[in-house]
């Protein structure tokens, strides 16, 4: 059952699906019968709110999940992840930098603030897992929860001190029902970043087997994996300047297609990209109904779901080193 629902066409399915019930989700009423005999008002629904919401919600939950498959590649690790790294800690004390230093910059300057503090981040993660010794499976993304805490109880001392609280608050917790036209539009920027990461896929895969195995087949280990990172940095920082933090979002979903699909990057990400759309989609949709009319932001319906996944691939990650 879980390898049909692992098919390519079956994901794709079902994201079309998902993708029907999100546009016609929402307090007014808009439904399939009339798209040919739409209302102005209707009208205006669907191209300021509706679709600007389900394509942010493909291209971040693709970009994200991505995002953690590269770095599970890259450090070799199945627990490892832009949440369990500290990534969006660190691209949120980007945007914080950028809010209190240049108060009236524009989204792309926050851009630029989030991904330098994120790449910065990331590749001090990675500097602190070459010289751990005890490189447990599970060990290793705890070290960077517990950095991730650190950056981020720092953010809020800084934000406290500085009467950014309000300001910092709406990167805390992920939230498309902000999303409309114009403010989605720089999540565009992620799609050459996906098409770079399918590019160099195989160093990718090459690299994850470590660095001196890498350089046995004349693979340039540094550039590849700085490749990575970059990659990581950057779309992480887009999806938290324009929807907010989705946390384990970039665990969750490469594990799940590693057990059905292998652990070969090129022949993961197409089903990583689409399972995490898919994923995202479920979960907004989920978020919209439970309290309708109300909504639940996507960060606290994937941070439950997620949380509890999460648990059970550590259990799982436990069991099998005991063996």
């Known amino acids: 059952m879980g390898r049909f629902l692992m098919r390519m066409e079956v994901l794709i399915i079902l994201l079309v699906i998902a993708t ?39 291209i971040s939950g693709s970009s994200l999940a991505i995002c953690g498959l ?9 627990f490892v992840s832009p949440t369990t790294a500290g990534t969006m800690d660190w691209a949120r004390l980007g945007i914080l930098i950028s809010l209190i230093a240049f108060p009236e910059a524009n989204i792309l300057l926050k851009l630029l603030f989030a991904t330098l503090v994120s790449l910065f981040g990331t590749m001090l993660f990675m500097q602190i897992l070459r ?22 109880s720092f ?4 934000a406290l001190r500085t009467n950014a609280v309000q300001s910092i608050g709406n990167f805390m917790q992920g939230n498309f029902s902000i999303i409309t036209s114009g403010r989605y539009e720089i999540l565009y920027i992620s799609i050459p970043l996906l098409v770079l990461a399918f590019i160099f896929a195989n160093q990718f895969t090459i690299a994850g087997m470590g660095k001196d195995f890498s350089i046995n087949l004349g693979l340039n280990y540094h550039k590849v994996v700085n490749i990575g990172l970059i990659i990581v940095a950057m779309i992480t920082a887009l999806v938290i300047v324009t929807v907010g933090m989705m946390p384990f979002l970039g665990l969750i979903v490469p594990n799940l297609v590693s057990i059905f699909k292998g652990d070969h990057l090129k022949n993961a ?7 995490g759309a898919l994923f ?14 109300y909504e639940i932001t996507i960060g606290l319906t994937i941070g439950v779901i997620g949380s509890f996944i999460f648990i059970v691939l550590l259990m799982k990650g436990r069991s099998r080193n005991a063996l």
Do not use: Y
Not at 37 to 56: D, G, Y
Not at 280 to 293: A, K, Q, S, T
């Open 20 to 58: 029907f019930f999100s546009i016609f989700i929402g307090v007014s009423e808009v439904k399939p019968l009339q798209i040919f005999n739409l209302t102005a008002e209707q009208k205006n629904i669907l191209v300021s709110s509706r679709i600007p919401r389900t394509v942010s919600i493909v």
């Open 269 to 275: 990400l197409p089903h990583t990209a689409v399972l």
């Open 131 to 152: 010289r751990i010794q005890f490189k447990d499976v599970i060990f290793i993304p705890l070290v960077g929860i517990m950095l991730g805490n650190i950056v981020s």
């Open 155 to 158: 953010s809020a001392f800084v």
């Open 280 to 293: 995202v989609m479920i979960c907004d949709v989920i978020g919209r109904l439970i309290i309708f009319p």
């Open 70 to 78: 590269l770095m599970q590649q890259l450090t070799r690790n199945k």
